[in-house]
């Protein structure tokens, strides 16, 4: 499974604005977003509303 990094902007149920840094994974035709290493929160599953911010695509070193 290949997982990439994200960093979404979503709103939260009071309508405050979260940014998150996630890892993607695909599988069923949906993208699950997991928070990098944060275990207190829960797997959320993608929708229309979030927006991407920015994808790492390769670490330089």
Not at 18 to 30: E, I, N, P, S
Not at 36 to 43: G, I, L, Q, T, V
Request: net charge neutral; glycine share 4%.
């Amino acid at each position: 499974m290949l997982l990439k990094t994200i960093v979404i902007e979503n709103q939260d149920v009071s309508r405050d604005e979260q940014y998150l840094m996630h890892y993607v994974k695909t599988g069923r035709g949906r993208y699950q977003l997991l928070a990098k290493k944060n275990s207190d929160c829960e797997p959320i599953f993608a929708d229309e509303e979030m927006k991407s911010l920015a994808r790492l695509k390769v670490i330089v070193e």
